[in-house]
Nanobody
């Protein structure tokens, strides 16, 4: 059984940073493209970032230069380092592979 468990969300002031983690079990993240998506209140899912099996990262324009996706293959954990956070980054953040998505972690950016 594949499970993805996100953590690291919270309340942060504009300009602050958070590091999200996604612990994977039942799949080997280095063998899969892994993606972060988010859902803001009242909106649909929005793609944020993908890291391919070849370790190539891709980012939505809205987060490029502020967010960094990383993978710790030894620990089987996916990370999303988020810097210079803005109120519009407020959302539930999910990690996923092609077939599975975690339960999400809430990120709130507010003063």
């Amino acid at each position: 059984e594949v499970t993805l468990v996100e953590s690291g969300g919270g309340l942060v002031q504009p300009g602050g940073s958070l590091r999200l983690s996604c612990v994977a079990s039942g799949l080997t993240i280095r063998e899969n493209s892994m993606t972060w998506v988010r859902q803001a209140p009242g909106k649909g899912l929005e793609w944020v970032s993908t890291i391919t099996r070849n370790n190539n990262p891709f980012y939505a324009d809205s987060v490029k230069g502020r967010f960094t996706v990383e993978r710790d293959s030894a620990k089987n954990i996916l990370y999303l380092q988020m810097n210079a956070l803005r109120p519009e980054d407020t959302a539930v953040y999910f990690c996923q592979d092609d077939s599975h998505r975690g339960q999400g972690t809430q990120v709130t950016v507010s003063s």
